[in-house]
């Protein structure tokens, strides 16, 4: 059974950073991308970022572009999200999702999700 289990998140001030980890188990990934997703309340979940996890190829929306950075480390099986410069817009539940490209943004095409964390950004 695929386990997607998220860390890191919690309260920071406007301009601080936060990294989350999703810590993958229960298949291999390495044929994968694994993706971050958020959703704010009232607001549909939307793409964040991804990475390949064989060649480490990586996109981002363009709303967090030299601000986040994706990147995985395959020994631990785990994917991280480094936020930097972060605003109050970028207040969500995060989730962490395995799909079958990077290049894929929409929440139907990754098929296996974790149970999201919380970050919140006060001004």
């Known amino acids: 059974q695929v386990q997607l289990v998220e860390s890191g998140g919690g309260l920071v001030q406007a301009g601080g950073s936060l990294r989350l980890s999703c810590a993958a188990s229960?298949?291999?990934?390495?044929?994968?991308?694994m993706g971050w997703f958020r959703q704010a309340p009232g607001k549909e979940r939307e793409f964040v970022a991804a990475?390949?996890?064989?060649?480490?190829?990586?996109n981002y929306a363009d709303s967090v572009k030299g601000r986040f950075t994706i990147s995985r480390d395959s020994a631990k099986n785990t994917v991280y999200l480094q936020m930097n410069s972060l605003k109050p817009e970028d207040t969500a539940a995060y989730y962490c999702?395995?799909?079958?490209?990077?290049?894929?943004?929409?929440?139907?095409?990754?098929?296996?999700w974790g149970q999201g964390t919380q970050v919140t950004v006060s001004s």
């Open positions: 990475i390949s996890w064989s060649r480490g190829s990586t």
């Open positions: 999702a395995g799909g079958r490209s990077p290049f894929y943004e929409m929440p139907r095409d990754y098929n296996y």
């Open positions: 229960g298949r291999t990934f390495s044929n994968y991308a």
